[in-house]
């Protein structure tokens, strides 16, 4: 069997794409001051190297990249998720943890997560124990 890919993994592996975009497009900026790229590929009038302005650009697109990767590594550190098989009672519905434990599912859930439970009745369950009050649900 196959071991499952890690968040850590999956966000590393983001980041570094993101990093990767803003190199490209910083040496981008910098290639297109040396080789002019509007005078070879649209025949723009040719001007001189400016890398003043090709330093200005990078220290501006710098912070912007800096701030997307932190705040992308920030989302990847908040997330939670369950993954594998989870075993559960047929009957009542509760979960098996890791220690051999039954739990209530939102229990499970709300101890591996920041996942919030609030309860009420679907139509045929509201209909099942209240007839006289809730109508008979449309069947789907």
Known sequence: MAKPIGKDFISNK???FELVIFLLFIALIWLSEFIDIPHLLLGAEA?????REALLETLIILPFALLITHYTRKVFKRMKYLEGFLQVC????????????WQQLETYIQNRSEAKFSHGLCPHCAHSL????FPKPESR
């Not at 001007?47 to 890398?51: I, K, M, S």
């Open 14 to 16: 983001l980041i570094i």
């Open 47 to 51: 001007t001189p190297v400016n890398w």
């Open 90 to 101: 047929s009957h009542c519905k509760k979960v098996r943890d890791e220690q051999g434990n």
């Open 130 to 133: 209240h007839p006289e009050v």
